[in-house]
């Protein structure tokens, strides 16, 4: 465990060791659903409304301050605002429940309903005032919106989806669907896209749809992973419900048996619930909020998003609790769930302020969100494909201001089903941020990553002891932790990149100035990688992981070291690597065959492992790395309880450097939230009996050539499946097709005719002849690009 969390148990075991102690030490005022702001805020007389409370205790100057809300449910009209005059460098503010007393703190209006029969068993109920029905909660569970397809909450993506959700014999049939919504899942399962329906178009039923800024990765629609709500002619299926704005009309399809006049509906109000309203210059200091329940916000997917510079992700800057311009505000042992959006956002300047010990669940977006503000990063880009020249590039490394979070700490949470709305999500989001420590920490049943970093700005984190699983749910190509590095340096194209960095080598660590460390933790994505690190990532330093399906990856990036990881039943993935690109893989235990794509270059060094068998082994000695590695059997403790520490750890360790590394102190560390979570599945370890079959590999004018069809081959080329020619190298002397088709190119068309697979391929080719110009249709760099070949370049097929 690092200093610094031993430095932070101190800091909550004396602020909070014994509650009893501060109701005598403190100045304390107190709060009650059945109280009156007509009191004097004491134990016997408190008030009734917490801004009553807290505008008394900002008469406070120094000290601590203590606000005890007593049990009970208070419905908030408004946020609460903290701001620099609540707390101080003298004083402290805790805002927290009575000891032993539950306090939720929530938007969500308890609806008066009257209900009376409609049609086909949908009940319908006047709502006599104005209000904002976005989600609607009954007995304290979200109810879906009138949609199609019907809930499934089997169902991978958006619990239901269709490609007939948006065809023209649907619409057709809907009278008015303008306040709808679609949502749709990114043509290469990179995230989600949302869309507000404004109209139909007659007689095409075309939907009118503003939206779809959610994603900074804009290539386009799933054609079939679509999804429909909000719209009154889909009201069919139990659970269902429909709100018409012009008759102030609610529409509810009861689940059998339901009592819906006994049942309780709310509908949540506001974005935020509570929110730190600071900034560098003049911060909110030393405020803790401490064992409240936080529930019911409202969905944000249509809100003002912004680009995390060139990561896949737009981000809406809130969350049910806000925190912006703070320094040493703690979040303490909290429950936030059914949450329309992110849950908790640290934005821009955040020093030494920190989240422990909360349960987040049931989250429309994300859990944790550390993000800086953009005008702290030196020459920003902000779309993948786009940089700023080199001749304009700013070559100062580090940050331009101090506006982002920096030194604060995600400690000992509980983060599950997340990501209810929105797919572009993660448990733990890192943007723009500087020295954060994502430590003990229980993340599982989110639709993309448990952790993610989305640039190299500024490195420095500690991501520790964490258990991360059931992860990349609902999406594809993506990790159990993930991180992009498309820093100053980076370029979408691998030859201009290579001239970069080999002309300024210097620019590599410009932002990713502090090397991140992912030491110990437990990952398992069976819908991906458990490391994942795409796009740039560099400056890490990998070690003491336990990988339990999806390996490690590392994807065009540089200075990264692992070592001493563990990879059960699985392999190290190393995607597109540059020259003199400093990596180093040793002292890791591998159970399958290396997957490399596009390797030329197998960096410092890639030695000292150990197999678990041969075939594994001899294909990596043929790449010319592992001169020093070792094939060796070897049993586990006890895997089918999670113990994969190595029984002959004397002797390996002996013939290769491998330590055992503790295995039983993954996730959180609380017993409240210990006996709350899940575990991940086991594997039963297994090797390789046998020499599995090699890919066919296709040799054809300077090409070498196979059918795409591993995930690998996926992320490095970024298609949306398995489909198409991959090419694997291009011969670059005496072959005239180099200046048109490059390494990790996808072949998709030859003369107008679609191509699938090899086989399609040289059908083509023999049609096509060698005489006339070729039409080639190929995927690079993440988009289609249409090529003429010119006669007499291409060569016939001789097999």
């Known amino acids: 465990m690092s200093k610094m969390i031993h430095r932070f148990c101190l800091i909550i075991l004396f602020c909070f060791g014994n509650p009893y102690a501060t109701l005598l030490s403190q100045t304390n005022y107190f709060v009650s659903v059945n109280g009156k702001d007509s009191g004097d805020g004491s134990i016997r007389s408190p008030f009734k409304s917490i801004t009553k409370a807290l505008e008394k205790a900002r008469c406070n100057k120094k000290g601590t301050v203590t606000v005890y809300l007593r049990e009970g449910k208070y419905i908030l009209t408004h946020p609460l605002v903290f701001t620099p005059a609540d707390g101080g460098v003298r004083k402290q503010l805790i805002l927290r429940a009575y000891p032993d007393e539950k306090v939720i ?32 909660l009954v007995n304290g569970n979200i109810r879906p919106m009138a949609r199609f397809p019907n809930f499934e909450s089997t169902a991978i993506r958006f619990n239901g989806t269709s490609a007939d959700a948006t065809s023209p014999q649907r619409t057709k049939k809907w009278k008015n669907p303008a306040g709808g919504y679609l949502h749709a899942m990114h043509s290469h399962d990179w995230g989600d896209f949302h869309f507000r329906i404004t109209g139909i178009e007659q007689p095409t039923g075309k939907l009118k749809l503003e939206g779809g800024w959610q994603n ?49 509906f709310e509908t949540p109000q506001l974005k935020h619930l509570i929110e730190f309203r600071g900034n560098s210059s003049s911060p909110v200091r030393n405020i803790i909020i401490q064992d409240i329940e936080l529930t019911q916000t409202v969905r944000t997917f249509m809100e003002q998003y912004e680009p995390l510079l060139r990561s896949d992700w737009r981000i809406y800057r809130g969350a049910a609790l806000l925190l912006e311009g703070t320094e040493n505000c703690i979040i303490k042992n909290c429950h936030i769930h059914h949450v329309g959006g992110n849950a908790l956002m640290f934005s821009n300047y955040n020093q030494n302020s920190s989240v422990s010990g909360c349960h987040f669940s049931e989250i429309g977006a994300s859990a944790i969100c550390f993000v800086g503000n953009p005008s702290a990063v030196r020459s920003p880009s902000f779309e993948y494909s786009k940089a700023v020249p080199i001749s304009e590039l700013d070559s100062i490394p580090g940050a331009l201001n101090n506006d982002f979070p920096t030194n604060c700490m995600a400690y000992d949470n509980l983060i599950h089903h997340i990501g209810l709305f929105e797919k572009q999500t993660a448990g733990i989001e890192l943007s723009m941020c500087h020295c954060i420590t994502v430590s003990h920490n229980s993340i599982y049943h989110t639709p993309r990553a448990g952790i993610n970093i989305s640039e190299g700005t500024w490195g420095g984190h500690i991501i520790e002891y964490n258990d991360v699983f059931d992860t990349v749910m609902e999406t594809g190509d993506h990790g159990a932790f993930n991180s992009w590095g498309r820093d100053r340096f980076w370029r979408s194209s691998y030859r201009e990149m290579s001239q970069l960095v080999t002309n300024n080598p210097e620019l590599v660590l410009a932002d990713a100035a502090s090397a991140t460390i992912i030491r110990n933790n437990r990952f398992r994505c069976d819908r991906g990688w458990d490391i994942d690190l795409d796009d740039g990532s560099s400056n890490y330093h990998i070690y003491n992981n336990l990988c339990l399906n999806g390996g490690i990856k590392l994807r065009e990036g540089f200075h990264r070291t692992v070592e001493n990881n563990i990879m059960i039943n699985c392999t190290f993935h190393p995607h597109v690597w540059f020259k003199n690109s400093g990596d180093v893989f040793v002292r890791n235990i591998v159970m399958e065959p290396y997957r490399p794509i596009g390797i030329s270059h197998w960096g410092t060094e890639i030695d000292y492992n150990l197999f678990t068998d041969s075939i594994a082994y001899t294909t990596a000695r043929k790449n010319g790395t592992d001169k020093h590695s070792i094939v060796c059997p070897i ?9 994969f520490k190595i029984d002959q750890i004397a002797q390996i360790s002996s013939l290769c450097g491998f330590r055992n590394f503790e295995m039983d102190r ?59 020619v991959y090419v694997i190298s291009v011969r670059v002397m005496g072959n005239p097709l180099r200046d048109y088709v490059y390494a990790n190119d996808v072949i998709l068309g030859f003369n107008r005719q679609e191509i699938n697979n090899l086989a399609q391929l040289k059908v083509a080719i023999r049609q096509a002849g060698t005489d006339k110009p070729i039409q080639i249709l190929l995927f690079r760099n993440q988009k289609k690009i249409q090529l003429t070949i010119p006669e007499n370049v291409i060569k016939p097929i001789t097999d």
């Open 216 to 264: 900074n990765r804009q290539s386009g629609l799933h054609p079939q992973n679509q999804m429909v709500e909000n719209i009154f002619e889909e009201l069919d299926a139990p659970r269902e419900w429909y709100y018409s704005p012009q008759e102030s009309m609610l529409y509810y399809y009861p689940v059998c048996g339901e009592d819906i006049n006994k049942a309780i």
């Open 666 to 724: 993954f996730g959180v560390i609380s017993p409240q939230l210990q006996a709350l979570t899940q575990r991940p599945s086991f594997p039963y370890p297994s090797v390789l009996q046998g020499k599995t079959e090699a890919s066919a590999i296709f040799e054809w004018s300077g090409l070498s050539l196979k059918n795409l069809e591993t995930l690998g081959e996926r992320s490095a080329t970024g298609m949306d499946s398995e489909r198409g």
């Open 105 to 136: 703190l929530s938007s969500g209006i308890q609806q008066k309903l009257d209900w009376q029969p409609h049609t086909n068993g949908i009940m319908k109920a006047t709502l006599p005032h104005p209000f904002i029905m976005d989600m609607l």
């Open 635 to 643: 049993t586990f403790h006890n895997p089918a309880k999670g113990n």
